[in-house]
């Protein structure tokens, strides 16, 4: 690691251990040694707009992580990773430009904005308003010490989730725990006058847990995660013995399951987790850059009944402190609690400014990058079905013969089509109305807009999922967070074992 980097690792490492209530300007002070202030942002702007463009703006980051991964409490490894740089884009004719500097520097930021310039399609340029900083209040206050958390600290938080999973489960053999911990500190600055600045931290915990069952010889693995946009002080909610009793009995279900039955089933997802079915095979076909393409099956349905009376779905930026909540975007515009699908009916699609301005409409606050050297896309945030009325325990006992599914650990799907393929790590059968046995090997397989249209029975129990998803579009990944109340679906095919 060179000086330069070096020292920006330092003033990050001293930004990440200053207390709570100093934080409110800290992703100021992050890019204060490159002197990079609103005069000179505003000429960043002006460079790059020179030569044409009907909107403009500069983006700069710089993030620090650590991670420590323990086998029970002994450390394995810990390693700390620095990035940083800006993206100055302009937008023009519906299109953008972006160009990019990992080195902070204003003669590198200017170099990228006359590139900028140079690739414009011509014609008079906007002039930037004056910029005026967006007041905020965030949605994720950092308590503790966030990168500098102590490793003592997270060590004691590794050996409490070993015992449990071993309290839990005795044919438990190894308990790995990783502990991420970062902070992401970005500066945008908008030719329509705005810049906004945010400190977003970051916190994720993994547990796998293996175990090897000595009577039967046969062996399983239990993975859990959770965190979120805060630091250890997770921890005072969220009880840290749950990470290694969950993991302990998912790798449990791994060795009692049976082989799934195949064929056509009722199903009913459980609350929380199975929420990623809906952000796959739904809430991507609902991102405007897909729709506004032609690529979406849900292209030219706006307005229409698409699922069941039953199911509302939200795409909510909004909800404090979880894994996809933001104060504001990537383009600087606030996060929103959108409404895509009210009552059956679609409403709404999620926009950055290059589709809102492509389709005549308001920014929904979901463009989204995964660091300064991407474009924004439309992309989610915390998505969920709001929750019915009916009560969990009658949805279960109205099916005799079917699929209960709680956990998944993803999937595909097609969403010029809407066909998907999932693959539950948890799942259990059906039998006059109980859960029962639990089954290996599942594979559920559908489509999504039939999927909402067969929703016979929606949960008063909505729960969002604590599982830290990382959402891939394009080659980019952004943390995102789903939520489901138990739904019935009253038909999915099942891969397994034909009887």
């Known amino acids: 690691m060179g000086a330069g980097a070096g020292l920006a690792?330092?003033?990050?490492?001293?930004?990440?251990?200053?207390?709570?209530?100093?934080?409110?300007?800290?992703?100021y002070d992050a890019f204060a040694s490159a002197e990079l202030g609103d005069t000179e942002l505003y000429r960043l702007l002006g460079t790059a707009l020179k030569n044409g463009g009907e909107y403009g703006d500069v983006f700069l980051e710089r993030r620090i992580t650590t991670t420590c991964t323990f086998d029970d409490d002994v450390v394995e490894g810990c390693s700390v990773d620095y990035r940083g740089g800006g993206g100055i884009r302009i937008l023009s004719n519906g299109f953008s430009t972006l160009n990019v500097s990992d080195d902070l520097s204003w003669k590198a930021l200017v170099g990228a904005a006359?590139?900028?310039s140079d690739g414009a399609p011509g014609g008079l340029g906007v002039k930037p308003r004056a910029l005026r900083e967006m007041k905020i209040s965030t949605l994720y206050p950092a308590a503790s010490n966030q990168i500098a958390d102590l490793l003592e600290e997270q060590r004691a938080l590794a050996r409490r989730i070993a015992d449990s999973a071993r309290e839990t489960e005795k044919a438990v053999q190894r308990v790995r725990t990783t502990c991420v911990c970062g902070m992401r500190f970005i500066t945008i600055a908008t030719s329509g006058g705005i810049v906004a600045r945010?400190?977003?931290?970051?916190?994720?915990?993994?547990?796998?847990?293996?175990?090897?069952?000595?009577?039967?010889?046969?062996?399983?693995?239990?993975?859990?995660?959770?965190?979120?946009?805060?630091?250890?002080?997770?921890?005072?909610?969220?009880?840290?013995?749950?990470?290694?009793?969950?993991?302990?009995?998912?790798?449990?279900?791994?060795?009692?399951?049976?082989e799934a039955p195949a064929g056509n089933f009722p199903l009913v997802l459980g609350p929380g987790y199975s929420g990623v079915l809906l952000h796959e095979a739904v809430g991507h076909g609902l991102e405007a850059d897909l729709t506004g393409n032609g690529l979406s099956v849900y292209s030219k349905v706006m307005g229409e009944m698409i699922a069941s009376p039953l199911c509302s779905l939200y795409d909510d930026g909004r909800r404090p402190y979880l894994n996809g909540t933001i104060n504001f975007d990537d383009e600087g515009v606030t996060s929103a609690s959108n409404v895509l699908i009210e009552k059956g009916r679609l409403v709404g699609y999620m926009h950055s400014r290059e589709t809102a301005a492509r389709m005549g409409v308001t920014p929904t606050g979901n463009g989204r990058r995964q660091s300064f050297n991407f474009l924004p896309l439309p992309r989610m945030t915390n998505t969920y079905l709001a929750a019915g009325s009916d009560a969990p325990e009658d949805i279960i006992r109205?099916?005799?013969?079917?699929?209960?599914?709680?956990?998944?650990?993803?999937?595909?799907?097609?969403?010029?089509n809407g066909d998907f393929v999932f693959?539950?790590?948890?799942?259990?059968?059906?039998?006059s109305g109980k859960i029962t046995a639990p089954l290996s090997n599942v594979v559920l397989a559908g489509n999504g807009p039939e999927i909402l249209k067969r929703v016979r029975s929606v949960g008063s129990d909505l729960e969002i999922s604590d599982d830290l998803w990382t959402c891939g579009k394009d080659g980019q990944l952004v943390p995102v967070t789903v939520g489901t109340p138990t739904i019935k679906v009253d038909s999915v095919t099942v891969g397994g074992t034909l009887d």
Not at 15 to 23: A, E, F, I, P, V
Not at 399 to 410: K, L, M, P
């Open 114 to 116: 006359r590139a900028v």
């Open 198 to 258: 945010d400190t977003q931290p970051d916190l994720k915990i993994t547990v796998r847990v293996f175990a090897l069952d000595e009577l039967s010889g046969k062996r399983g693995s239990g993975t859990f995660n959770g965190g979120g946009k805060q630091g250890l002080e997770y921890f005072e909610s969220h009880p840290v013995e749950v990470f290694g009793r969950r993991a302990a009995q998912i790798a449990r279900h791994q060795i009692d399951g049976r």
């Open 398 to 416: 109205s099916v005799s013969h079917g699929i209960y599914a709680s956990n998944f650990s993803g999937g595909t799907a097609n969403v010029y």
């Open 423 to 431: 693959f539950p790590t948890e799942a259990f059968l059906i039998e």
């Open 9 to 27: 690792l330092w003033d990050l490492y001293r930004l990440g251990m200053r207390d709570k209530s100093s934080r409110d300007h800290l992703s």
